[in-house]
């Protein structure tokens, strides 16, 4: 069955053969919803079955006026014999069966009155199993035995009388996939005791009857078999036909129909194999063949692999192991020996195996979740004893049992101090024990505050201290447990610095009009080539995924600009040609010798189109984003970061920029900005300019950021002074403006570069680098004089340190 959760029906009546409890179909269905079976529908079975009544036909004749009709007198223990006409082929005088009188109302909405049929009045409607809702037979009206009163209510005649619950289960609750497994719970919360048909198994110690030979013991650990001859096929009792209609299971034939009947009353799939169609009378267990086949009970040819497992006789499979039984061995009319199976398959083989097919069923629903392997050979024997009773049959004396070592479920020691604390309610460890018992959970008390709990086979679930004290939670009752409001110290947590430190680096790009973007780790190899990486290149170096999803998600991605062009193009595809995105993410290097990547914290930027887009067009045109919109994006963000003293180099392009600028501070290198070269960009599709950031942001977490610092505003002016210098390529700007701060002169308090130029009238190799210095005074207002002096001085340094020349501006 797909999906999360499984629909378990069963009737009240037949819940009370397992457990007496007194409860109404209402409060029975609160109770189990409140023990975490949730009840989804409950459904009175004899709803529009109060005017339908026993009725005989006396009188069967033909209709005057049509061929196929028939006109009858019935009688239904009225005063006088009703006049129905009927099209069923079987209505016959002396049959007794069922009548709808006029004003039913019956479950399929239809509503029965007198009418003329062919000019003949029709007092009634004579029905059919399909026309009360009881099943699908509906070639002839019903065909009732025994000696029933006429006019007798058919819910009573019947037992019909009789409420049917749909419970949604959880896939941890494999146990509940049964009618013995609700009563089991209901017991538990009654007090009362839980009755099963089987208390007494025979021990199976072999036949030669037939052989059983599992080959795979790893997927098939407990494998039991019995074989019956003088089998009668035939339909089932009316009693077994209706439970399972109110079930929505179709009957088929006695033998289908107990085995069915036994799977939800235990919870334990069965099949029956035409044991004369079973080559050599041989069962083998084995996984499949290459390339073998074969066609299931639904008529479908299923291709299978080496990984799922089979049920073979000594030629070829006859069924897909804990899923559907295959054609070749189907139980048929003519069958007169049967072999039963009960076995207990691994849930993962079972769960991959109807994954794979797209097969799923009851059976494999029960086997997925893990059943009670302890639990096949009662199923079993339940099903042999319906079958001695129900198709006359005769069982072989013993059968087969191949059982593995099965480990028991490790007992769990249960605190009654940890379990009062848990629920806020006072328990002992009797009542503790006496609610782990009701659900046959043993228990052995260890000490006044230790339990030894033992949890069944049946209970795939409970693991550890906290499952039991659940089931403790469910067996009192949730609305039971008092409510509290819990304590709340009254402190600040600790925050994570890098993680502050992300979220204030996506505020500050927001509020810079950029879009965040989250992409896959996973990216394809092929977008290193793309990049124009040379083959040595570090960032080639990355970690492989053994299962990808796709293929374009192969390796770990060791940096984001690949992903962030692929949302450009993206992009660009669909018309929006302006765009600011970025993305904070990990990127992953692999080390030697070590199992782990190191992950790497980063920021990447991209940007591209106009500079001003949207509503902005008229007043600021089309002009284009450049390299400086994005030098400012930079020195913006690490000035709000509180980040000084940054140097900005120009460095040796790498394989996809033209333009290439190192972010540093103290030798420190913490990014890099610049433009995507032309031929990377015609790879990835985009006909316009990109401009990237990369920034490394555990390098920024390292840093320590300038302290806050406040003052009142000055009431003196600040004035600005503008120097030139010619000076060597190889000279950086950033040294220059490191050079005039240390100086620690006079009234400059800040220093900019605000212009580099090579070109006409300057020497080739060297390059003008113009310098804007500010100087100001919170205690005067500065002359020319005084700011004259400092300049100068600043003028000599520069001149002297870096061999420069003084360019007139």
Known sequence: MPGHEYLMKFTVNWLKKYVDADLVPADLAERLTMLGLEVDAVEDLAAGLDKVVVARIAVAEKHPNADKLSVCQVDFGGDEPAVVVCGAPNARSGLLTAMALPGAKLKNG??????KIRGQASAGMLCSFRDLSMGEAHEGIMELEGDLQLGLPMQEALGLNDTMIEVDLTPNRPDCTSVIGVAREVAGITGKSLKKPITELPKLTGTDAFAIEVRDPELCPRYVARLLKNVKIGPSPMWLQQILEAVDLRPINN????????????GQPLHAFDFQKLAGGTVVVR???ADEKITTLDGQERQLDDQMLLICDKEKAIAVAGVMG???????????EVLLESAYFEPVSIRKTSSRLNLHTDASYRFERGIDPQLAPQALERVVQLMIELCSATVVESGIDCCVDIPAPAPITLRVSRTCEMLGMDFTATDIQNFLNGIEIQTREIDQDSIEVHPPSFRVDLEREVDLIEEIARLQGYNEIPTTLPVVPMSFSEQDDSRAIRLKIGSLMTAMSFNE????SFISSRHFDMLEMAADDSLRSTVKLLNPLTEDQGVMRTTLLPGLLENIRHNLNRQNVDGRLFEVGKVFHPKAGQELPDEVMRLSAVLTGRRVPGSSLYHHGEAKIDIHDLRGAVEQLLSELRITGLVLEEEQLPSFAELFVTVKKKGRVLGVFGKVNAKVLKHFGIKQDIYFLDLDIDQLLALDSA??????????????????????????GGDMIDTIMAGKESFITHAEIFDVYRGDKIEKGKKSVAIRITYHSDKQTLDDEMV???HQRIIDTLLSRYNGQLREI
């Open 517 to 520: 973007v989250i992409n896959y």
């Open 287 to 289: 996984r499949a063949e």
């Open 707 to 732: 302290a806050i610092k406040f003052a009142p505003l000055s009431k003196f002016p600040a004035v600005k002074w503008d120097l030139a210098l010619v000076v060597g390529d190889q000279v950086g």
């Open 326 to 336: 295959g054609q070749n061995s189907e139980v048929s009319d003519s069958t007169t």
């Open 788 to 790: 004259g002096t400092v």
């Open 110 to 115: 239809l509503k029965v009155k007198k009418a």
């Open 255 to 266: 033998v289908v129909d107990i085995t069915n009947f036994v799977m939800l009353e235990y």
